[in-house]
């Protein structure tokens, strides 16, 4: 609700400013002075409009970007920083001298100085609110970040403090059902679990007191040897997606609810493998005569799990991240539902939480 009360003051403001400006250079320009006047004493009525609209984008805007310290964030609070002292100090005072002076019919030298002030004064907030604007549509995926990025560029991830998974340059984004998802240059992703417009993020973050930190409780990060006479299959819990591929594939070997719960000796080596290459947390790998063995390249792309986490597979970067032992960096699942303990790794709470969507 915060994100929509936002977006809709900031484009009534930015509409009635602009609506200011250009009837003012036109009865500058084409009208009389009675003109003028008219439209001087409307503006001064249309501030019932434009002041509350303005104190509702502040508002709103900087409990949105709250602590965010990311360039477009930072970009947006300077911004903000000077539209509204420029509207309270400038425009509004300008504005009802202005409308003085011409009720008076006092068109001097004065008028038109001030009214040049004013006219410059409210260009600026028209141009700062417009890259607002562009970059509050940027930050929720609905528009991209900058230019295509040159043939080649790595895709990479960046989860934001407290907010999206910033994701650029991918160009496979699909449900697990294969439904496409349009993609752009750049793209905020929801992990709170809270968006309307998954798997885009609308903003919905800051209004559930979603955070990216670390739980003290989580699985204790550590890799499990399961030993066969030809293969080991290695696995860390801490990763796990617990999207139950591998029981699913291969239940003879990978036996829930059983202790141990993987069994190597019961498939052939090859099969084992096969299966092993198809998890999609990377919480599994397996090793064949002491050497830990690898999955074929993929192409970057990213799976979205219904009522799950993101599948990421390929040479995708992910920045600023702990990886967990024996964590493989083409083959990661990242959770989406908000509750994983583990962030921005999914661990399985998507279950326990009861996710959908």
Request: aromatic letters at 6%.
């Amino acid at each position: 609700m915060i994100t929509r009360i936002h977006a809709a003051a900031g484009v009534i403001g930015f509409l009635t400013i602009l609506t200011f400006w250009t009837s003012t250079v036109a009865s500058e320009l084409f009208g009389s002075h009675e003109a003028i006047s008219a439209v001087k004493q409307a503006i001064l009525w249309g501030m019932l409009v434009l002041v509350p609209s303005m104190a509702a984008a502040g508002g709103t805007g900087f409990k949105l970007l709250g602590s965010r310290s990311d360039a477009l964030a930072l970009a947006k609070k300077r911004r903000m920083m000077v539209i509204g002292p420029n509207g309270v100090l400038v425009l509004i005072p300008c504005a009802f001298y202005l409308a003085s002076l011409a009720a008076n019919g006092q068109f001097t030298g004065t008028f038109y100085t001030v009214q040049a002030i004013e006219l410059v004064a409210g260009l600026v907030n028209l141009t700062l609110m417009g890259l607002n604007i562009r970059d509050g549509l940027r930050l929720t995926g609905r528009i991209a970040r900058g230019s295509v990025s040159a043939a080649g560029a790595r895709a990479s991830i960046s989860p934001d403090e407290n907010g999206p998974l910033l994701v650029s340059g991918l160009e496979r984004l699909q449900w697990s059902d294969g439904v496409a998802v349009a993609t752009r240059q750049t793209l905020a992703l929801c992990r709170c679990g809270a968006s309307k417009n998954k798997p885009l993020c609308d903003g919905s973050h800051t209004a559930n007191g979603f955070t990216s930190a670390l739980s003290p409780d989580r699985t204790p990060d550590g890799v499990t040897e399961y030993r066969g006479a030809q293969i080991t299959v290695l696995f860390n819990r801490l990763v796990c997606s617990a999207s139950e591929k591998c029981a699913k594939q291969l239940p003879e070997v990978f036996r829930k609810g059983e202790k141990p719960w993987i069994s190597p000796d019961h498939a052939d080596t090859q099969r084992i493998i096969e299966v092993v290459r198809q998890c999609p947390s990377g919480a599994l790998r397996y090793a064949v005569a002491g050497r830990v063995g690898s999955s074929p390249p993929r192409a970057p792309a990213m799976r979205i799990a219904r009522d799950g986490p993101y599948e990421v597979e390929g040479d995708v970067g992910l920045s600023a991240v702990a990886w967990c032992e024996g964590a493989t960096q083409d083959r990661f699942a990242l959770c989406r539902c908000g509750q994983s303990k583990n962030k921005p790794f999914c661990d399985g709470s998507h279950h326990t939480a009861g996710f959908r969507g």
